[in-house]
């Protein structure tokens, strides 16, 4: 076995910050939304604290583009175009799995996501956050960026917008946290996301 340092410190901290956010802002958009139902805390006290948690995590997100575009890293991003890959993968956890097979995908410094791992991130991270951060900051003021939202359609349809996609993000909070298990050994990508190395087979075929 050897280690490689699949995930440096600025993405760590990213990747943290952005989850114990995603927890804050999950749970004060939820009584924003559903005043009736969810009661948590005072309604002022929800606004205040989901506008803070979404500027931190703003900032938090130009953390981890800023490294993987400064470093020239970022094409661990770049999607797989081999369909056969993204099928491989989709057998193994269909199947493959279940008959101990191993994971197909083997990690290295280039290749650190499986095809359906890198789309998935892909997407999230280039299409769903950006906009989700974008609707937040333009009703977090709808009177400053009135001219904006008017672009957009209007205050409901950015309202919309907002909701869709923390309907979206809310199931892969809970989704993703298990498909990060499914591999030759459940902790090993979570080892990785706390300590920065992940362990790979000396010999594996690469990916
Ligand atoms: C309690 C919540 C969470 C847990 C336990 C968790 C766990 C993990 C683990 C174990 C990994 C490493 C697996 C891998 O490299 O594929 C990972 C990576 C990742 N997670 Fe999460 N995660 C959580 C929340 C989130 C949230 C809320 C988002 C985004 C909205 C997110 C986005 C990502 C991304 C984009 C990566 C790849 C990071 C990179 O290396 O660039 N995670 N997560």
């Known amino acids: 076995m050897k280690k490689l340092y699949v995930n440096p410190l600025?993405?760590?901290?990213?990747?943290?910050?952005?989850?114990a956010g995603f927890v804050l802002?999950?749970?004060?958009?939820?009584?924003?939304?559903?005043?009736?139902?969810?009661?948590?805390?005072?309604?002022?006290?929800?606004?205040?604290?989901?506008?803070?948690?979404?500027?931190?995590?703003?900032?938090?997100?130009?953390?981890?583009?800023?490294?993987?575009?400064?470093t020239g890293t970022i094409k661990v991003y770049a999607p797989e175009l081999s369909p056969a890959k993204y099928l491989r993968q989709l057998r193994y956890y269909?199947?493959?799995?279940?008959?101990?097979?191993?994971d197909p995908h083997q990690v290295?410094?280039?290749?650190?996501?499986?095809?359906?791992?890198g789309m998935t991130y892909l997407m999230v991270m280039a299409v769903i956050v950006p906009v989700q951060f974008f609707t937040g900051l333009l009703l977090w003021d709808i009177a400053?960026?009135?001219?904006?939202?008017?672009?957009f359609g209007g205050v409901r349809i950015v309202d919309m917008v907002h909701v869709i996609f923390f309907i979206f993000l809310t199931g892969f909070f809970f989704l993703h946290p298990f498909l990060s298990s499914l591999s030759d050994t459940p902790w090993a990508h979570y080892k990785a996301m706390?300590?920065?190395y992940e362990e790979v087979e000396d010999e594996a075929a690469p990916s």
């Open 94 to 102: 269909g199947y493959g799995i279940f008959r101990g097979d191993h």
């Open 25 to 70: 802002l999950m749970l004060t958009g939820l009584q924003i939304r559903y005043l009736d139902q969810v009661q948590l805390v005072s309604f002022k006290t929800a606004v205040v604290a989901h506008n803070w948690v979404g500027f931190v995590l703003i900032a938090d997100y130009f953390l981890w583009l800023g490294f993987y575009l400064f």
């Open 10 to 19: 600025p993405i760590r901290i990213w990747h943290w910050t952005n989850a």
């Open 108 to 117: 290295s410094i280039d290749h650190k996501f499986n095809p359906l791992q």
């Open 144 to 151: 400053r960026f009135s001219s904006m939202v008017e672009m």
């Open 194 to 196: 706390i300590t920065g």
